[in-house]
């Protein structure tokens, strides 16, 4: 077998494994990993490399290697795109964080987000209690949105936006 075919299949196979490990540790976009998660995903990167391009640690190997990620990860997102059923066991569902003044402290807990977290959330709203909070969500690009209970304030819908994107 000619041996970049077996970087090409080596290199998917790393590819839908970090999809799925990242899906099974948490549902964290990468605008929400903290310093030790960041760490990790280098240290993973690294050890996941010999797996792909195995004893071809040439340039071309790397390329190739390089490449079949680049195109593995475009048609995964038109799949994505395509498919309700691929992009429904990737992507997850919004999460009420709050509603109508109460917090729901063990979706909180099961997200692994802080009080801080939230609480911070909401000011950047211009909200400063959680009970005049109408909504707020955890959506699926890892953002918090919130909706003010409050009629007199004018910038209810502002969503946070983070500096990173999502890589799915």
């Known amino acids: 077998m000619n041996p970049f075919i077996g970087i090409i299949i080596r290199s998917s196979c790393v590819y839908f494994f970090m999809i799925i490990a990242l899906q099974l540790f948490g ?24 797996a792909m391009v195995g004893s071809n640690t040439s340039l071309l190997g790397g390329l190739t290697a390089a490449l079949a990620l680049f195109i593995i990860n475009v048609v995964f997102k038109k799949a994505m795109i395509k498919s309700n059923v691929i992009k429904n066991l990737i992507t997850s569902k919004p999460e009420i964080l709050i509603h109508d003044g109460i ?38 690009n890892g953002t918090i949105s919130v909706i003010s209970g409050e009629n007199n304030l004018v910038q209810t819908k502002h969503r946070r936006k983070h500096i990173h994107k999502s890589m799915f």
């Open 27 to 50: 549902k964290k976009e990468l605008s929400q990993l903290n310093t030790a998660d960041v760490i990790l995903i280098l240290l993973i990167s690294n050890s996941v490399q010999n």
């Open 103 to 140: 917090t729901d402290y063990k979706t909180l807990t099961r997200l692994g987000i802080t009080l801080e977290e939230l609480e911070q959330a909401i000011r950047e709203h211009g909200i400063e209690h959680f009970e005049n909070v109408k909504l707020a969500m955890f959506e699926t």
